[in-house]
């Protein structure tokens, strides 16, 4: 819920493997929000969030917002990548940036309902309806 407003998302899981990005291009024209997630514990899924953002910002016309997420928080005996440099490339790439536990349910629902609302601004901040856009009002993310 975004004050009054019910948001329904319509979120596509994919990975880093072949077959998902091939599935990626497809869906890509539909995608109004893109959730990079890489793990605090693995520096190789770090690198990789560059990649996946600028497929987001050259390959979906939609323009989609850009969320990244570090992911296994709880796991911070095991932490390799820093707070500060991930959210220093998410800030200076115009990302919103949060760390979360799945396991301890740490920052799940605060990403969501931030994304759920620059989703109601993206669709309901205008004066054209909802339902007048292509995708019938709904949003689509990966
Ligand atoms: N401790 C901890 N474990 C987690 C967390 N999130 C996921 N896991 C565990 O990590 C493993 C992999 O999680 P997935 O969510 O499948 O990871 P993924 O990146 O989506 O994997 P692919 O879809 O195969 O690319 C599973 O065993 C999860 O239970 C977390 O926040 N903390
Ligand atoms: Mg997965």
Same mark, same amino acid.
């Given at each position: 819920?975004?004050?009054?407003?019910?948001?329904?998302?319509?979120?596509?899981?994919?990975?880093?493997?072949?077959?998902?990005?091939?599935?990626?291009?497809?869906?890509?024209?539909?995608?109004?929000?893109?959730?990079?997630?890489?793990?605090?514990?693995?520096?190789?899924?770090?690198?990789?969030?560059?990649?996946?953002?600028?497929?987001?910002?050259?390959?979906?016309?939609?323009?989609?917002?850009?969320?990244?997420?570090?992911?296994?928080?709880?796991?911070?005996?095991?932490?390799?990548?820093?707070?500060?440099?991930?959210?220093?490339?998410?800030?200076?790439?115009?990302?919103?940036?949060?760390?979360? !536990?799945?396991?301890?349910?740490?920052?799940?629902?605060?990403?969501?309902?931030?994304? !759920?609302?620059?989703?109601?601004?993206?669709?309901?901040?205008?004066?054209?309806?909802?339902?007048?856009?292509? !995708?019938?009002?709904?949003? !689509?993310?990966?």
């Amino acid at each position: 819920m975004v004050g009054e407003k019910k948001i329904r998302l319509g979120i596509w899981d994919t990975n880093g493997k072949e077959k998902s990005q091939q599935e990626l291009h497809k869906i890509s024209e539909k995608l109004h929000a893109v959730i990079i997630c890489f793990s605090l514990c693995d520096r190789k899924s770090f690198k990789e969030v560059e990649y996946y953002m600028k497929f987001a910002q050259k390959e979906c016309p939609a323009e989609p917002y850009l969320m990244l997420i570090g992911t296994n928080y709880d796991k911070w005996k095991s932490r390799v990548v820093t707070y500060d440099e991930a959210e220093t490339f998410a800030m200076s790439n115009g990302l919103s940036y949060f760390e979360t !536990s799945a396991k301890d349910d740490i920052n799940v629902d605060e990403a969501f309902q931030l994304l !759920s609302e620059e989703m109601a601004k993206k669709f309901y901040g205008k004066e054209e309806a909802p339902e007048t856009e292509k !995708s019938n009002g709904e949003c !689509s993310i990966f």
